[in-house]
């Protein structure tokens, strides 16, 4: 089963766009996908989130909010 990273994000927003490009070669140095979830498409993530994006996760857990956490996404990809 292959892993994904769930980047939680919204159309036009520059900072999405950013935090992505950093963690992509991560990603794929660890054999792994990056799915962006539009939250503007569910009003519950709309809800949740707000302004409050971009926010990288794994497996439901958070592993950073605005900018990349290099450290911290090596980590959560390493002791998976």
Known sequence: MSRELLLYTREGCGLCEE????AQPVAQRHG???RSVDIDADPELR??????????TL????????RLDRAALEEALTNE
Do not use: N, Q
Request: charged share 30%; with cysteine; proline share 4%.
């Open 19 to 22: 935090l992505r490009a950093a």
């Open 32 to 34: 792994v996908t990056i």
């Open 47 to 56: 809800r949740c989130y707000g302004w409050d994006i971009p926010v990288l």
């Open 59 to 66: 497996d439901g857990r958070e592993i950073c909010r605005h």
